[in-house]
C-alpha cells in the first residue's frame, strides 16, 4: 500500500470519500466539489507561474497555465497519485473501465482539492497541491514564459529563418512627465504589421511585438 | 473623499499603484496582477455560492458565477467602488475616456484583488472582496440555483405551459449494495428524451432530467 492515495489527513474523511465518489455510484458525488476544485487549481497554479516567472506577460502566463491544468495533464498527476484505485463507480462505469477515464480523473482531482480545501482551509490545500505541479512548472520552457515579446518575437523568426521584424515610431505626443508613443511593428513573410503604445518607445515595442506574435501564431495555425 | 476607493491597508502601496495602472501608462501596468486576480475572483466567488447554494448542482452554480463575474458585473462593482477615479491611464487612454469603459475597469478591479493577495495573502483578500459579491450571491433566484433537476425541469415545462416529463425505468442491475438504474425522461413538446443513471431510481431520474433540461434550453435558443 505505498502507493495508496492518500493526498491529505483529512479530519473529515467523507469529504475525500465524496470526492472520490463519481456521480454514477452514489447521490453524494463529486460533482459540486469538482466545480470548486477546479477553481482552486486554476489559481493555485496561476500564483506559482506568477511567482516564479516574474517576466512572462499574461498571455505567456495564461498560456503556460491552460497547459498544466487541462484534462489530460489532470489525468496524468491522477494516475501517478494512483487515485483511480480509490474512485467509487457505478457498475456500469466500472464495466466500461471508467477508472482509466481521463474525464473521470481529471474531475476526480480537481474534487480532492476542493475537499482538502474544505477539510483545512486554503493555505493547507495549497500546500498540498502545489507539488503536483512543480515539476510541470520548473519544466516549462523560459523562452515561452521568461522573456519579453520582442525576445521572443525574435526567436520566433530566427527558429523560422524568417527575417527580423523593424520598428518604427509613428508618433510620440504628451509632456515630458506624460509621454506617450506610438510603434509600429512589420515584418515580411508574411507581410503583417501591429502597432503598439506605451508611455515609453521600449514598452510601445513590446506591446506591439506581442501583438505581432499573436497575429504570426494565429496565421501559423 | 468619502467615496475613495480603499479596498485594504496595504502594507505595500505599490501594489495598489501597479493594479490601478494601464498598460497605457507605464512599464510597471496591471496586466500580470489581473491574470492572477481573475482566478482569485473566480474562487472567492466560487466557494461563496458553494457554500450559500448547497443544493444547486455543479451546472447552476457554473451559471451563477459566470453572471457575477463577468466583464460587465465587474465594472459594475469598480464603479460602485470609486475605483475610475484612481485608474492610471495613458493620454490616449484618458482622451478616449478609458476610466469608464468597462474592459479597464473590470481588469483593473481583478488586479486590485491581487494586490490585496499579494499583500496580505487569501484570507485577508477573501475578506475584503466578498462583501462585493455577496449582494449579487443573495439576490440569486432560488429557482435558478437552489431546486434539483427534477423540479427545475417540472418548473421550467409549468411556465411554458407544456406537458410534464414521463419518467421511466429502462434497466436496474447488479446487486443489492451495488445496484445501478438507467431511467429516461420523456417530454411531448418538442419531443425529446434524456437518459440518466445512478445508484438509485431517484438520482437516475435527477440525472435525466438534468440533461433533459440541458435539451430543452438548447432547442429553445
Same mark, same amino acid.
Given at each position: 500500500?505505498?502507493?495508496?492515495?492518500?493526498?491529505?489527513?483529512?479530519?473529515?474523511?467523507?469529504?475525500?470519500?465524496? *470526492?472520490?465518489?463519481?456521480?454514477?455510484?452514489?447521490?453524494?458525488?463529486?460533482?459540486?466539489?469538482?466545480? %470548486?476544485?477546479? @477553481?482552486?487549481?486554476? #489559481?493555485?497554479?496561476?500564483?506559482?507561474?506568477? /511567482?516564479?516567472?516574474?517576466?512572462?506577460?499574461?498571455? *505567456?502566463?495564461?498560456?503556460?497555465?491552460?497547459? %498544466?491544468?487541462?484534462?489530460?495533464?489532470?489525468?496524468? #498527476?491522477? $494516475?501517478?497519485?494512483?487515485?483511480?484505485?480509490?474512485?467509487?463507480?457505478?457498475?456500469?462505469?466500472?464495466?466500461?473501465?471508467?477508472? $482509466?477515464?481521463?474525464?473521470?480523473?481529471?474531475?476526480?482531482?480537481?474534487?480532492?482539492?476542493?475537499?482538502?480545501?474544505?477539510?483545512?482551509?486554503?493555505?493547507?490545500? /495549497?500546500?498540498?497541491?502545489?507539488?503536483?505541479? @512543480?515539476?510541470?512548472?520548473?519544466?516549462?520552457?523560459?523562452?515561452?514564459?521568461?522573456?519579453?515579446?520582442?525576445? $521572443? #518575437?525574435?526567436?520566433?523568426?530566427?527558429?523560422?529563418?524568417?527575417?527580423?521584424?523593424?520598428?518604427?515610431?509613428?508618433?510620440?505626443?504628451?509632456?515630458?512627465?506624460?509621454?506617450?508613443?506610438?510603434?509600429?511593428?512589420?515584418?515580411?513573410?508574411?507581410?503583417?504589421?501591429?502597432?503598439?503604445?506605451?508611455?515609453?518607445?521600449?514598452? @510601445?515595442?513590446?506591446? @506591439?511585438?506581442?501583438?505581432?506574435? $499573436?497575429?504570426?501564431?494565429?496565421?501559423?495555425?
Amino acid at each position: 500500500m505505498n502507493d495508496a492515495f492518500r493526498p491529505h489527513a483529512f479530519a473529515d474523511e467523507s469529504l475525500l470519500q465524496q *470526492a472520490l465518489t463519481h456521480r454514477s455510484a452514489g447521490p453524494r458525488h463529486n460533482e459540486r466539489l469538482e466545480f %470548486l476544485g477546479d @477553481a482552486l487549481v486554476n #489559481l493555485i497554479v496561476a500564483e506559482a507561474l506568477y /511567482r516564479r516567472w516574474p517576466k512572462a506577460d499574461e498571455g *505567456a502566463l495564461t498560456r503556460a497555465r491552460a497547459g %498544466l491544468v487541462c484534462e489530460s495533464a489532470l489525468a496524468v #498527476l491522477a $494516475r501517478e497519485l494512483h487515485l483511480g484505485d480509490r474512485l467509487a463507480l457505478g457498475p456500469g462505469e466500472l464495466k466500461s473501465g471508467g477508472a $482509466r477515464r481521463d474525464s473521470i480523473l481529471a474531475d476526480a482531482l480537481e474534487a480532492v482539492v476542493a475537499a482538502i480545501h474544505l477539510d483545512a482551509g486554503f493555505e493547507a490545500c /495549497r500546500a498540498a497541491v502545489l507539488p503536483w505541479f @512543480a515539476a510541470g512548472i520548473e519544466a516549462l520552457p523560459a523562452g515561452k514564459v521568461g522573456k519579453d515579446a520582442k525576445t $521572443r #518575437l525574435q526567436e520566433w523568426l530566427q527558429g523560422r529563418q524568417r527575417a527580423l521584424p523593424e520598428y518604427t515610431l509613428i508618433e510620440a505626443t504628451g509632456e515630458e512627465h506624460d509621454r506617450s508613443f506610438k510603434v509600429a511593428c512589420g515584418v515580411a513573410d508574411p507581410p503583417l504589421r501591429a502597432e503598439g503604445t506605451g508611455s515609453s518607445r521600449r514598452g @510601445a515595442e513590446q506591446q @506591439a511585438a506581442a501583438e505581432m506574435l $499573436r497575429l504570426l501564431e494565429a496565421a501559423d495555425d
